[in-house]
């Protein structure tokens, strides 16, 4: 396994700035698994292009935030949209039913997330794994894909990987190609879960500056949830300390983690920092 130092991507090989980003928003969303209620009629907004960081506890339901976005979870009560579009609707008899297919299918398009363990395909090499998703989705040829996914992985420091397969690369390529992976399917939205949290220590602030970069040089929204914080302070405009299936505070990175106004904060931060 080569776990060798990883070259930080050149400013200038980043994607073009592009406009149009969806904001996200969340209006009394409620999640339950069981008895266990973990969001309580949530109400949050990202601005379109905004960069936002969720912090707080374990178990306290930032990752369901972002299942729900994907729609890999439903939501029992609320609205969740994306831009101005709904992923599901109140009927009169109170029950939430999903948006059609073909519209989840279009929203979905926009969400690009980048996962803890990387969920790359193990049954395809890096280039597969990164033109996979832009020919089957988005019906791009498959020289148009190749040409993506050259451009991107030379962006993520791994130009000479492409044939590779992806148990042979380090936690930390790894996570690259998941998100060039997510990057090559030119999403408006980026959803990040914990992404360096199954990283060695060495290969996590390599990771971080090229998703710093990222979210700086491009006009992508951005959700994040991380228990780094100096990541957090980095990539976001705006913390987000949640607990106990609602937001606690909210304000600029430097609020949050320089000034504190809720006690709840105070000790989470004091825990982890
Ligand atoms: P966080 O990301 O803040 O650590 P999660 O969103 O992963 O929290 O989990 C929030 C709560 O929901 C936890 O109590 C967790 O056990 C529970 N939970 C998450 N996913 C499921 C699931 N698929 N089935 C049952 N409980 C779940």
Known sequence: MDKGPQSEPAAADLPPQRSGAPGIHFEKVVKRFGDNVVLRELDFTVEPGERVTLIGPSGSGKTTILRLLMTLEKADGGVI?????????????????????????????????????????????????????????????????????????????????????????????????????????????????????????ELVVGVQDLLRDIARQSDLTILCVTHEMHFAKDISDRVLMFDQGQIVEEGPPDQIFGEPSEQRTRDFLQAVL
């Open 81 to 201: 949209r994306v831009g101005d579009r709904p992923l599901s609707h109140m009927e009169k008899n109170g029950k939430l039913v999903p948006a059609n297919e073909k519209h989840l299918h279009e929203m979905r398009k926009q969400i690009g997330m980048v996962f803890q363990q990387f969920n790359l395909f193990p049954n395809m090499n890096v280039m597969r794994n990164l033109t996979e998703g832009p020919i089957r989705v988005l019906g791009l040829s498959k020289e148009e894909a190749r040409e993506r996914a050259t451009r991107l992985l030379d962006m993520v420091g791994l130009g000479d990987k492409a044939e590779e397969h992806p148990t042979r690369l380090s936690g930390g390529q790894q996570q690259r190609v998941a998100i060039a992976r997510a990057l090559a399917m030119e999403p408006k939205v980026l959803l990040l879960d914990e992404v360096t949290s199954a990283l060695d220590p």
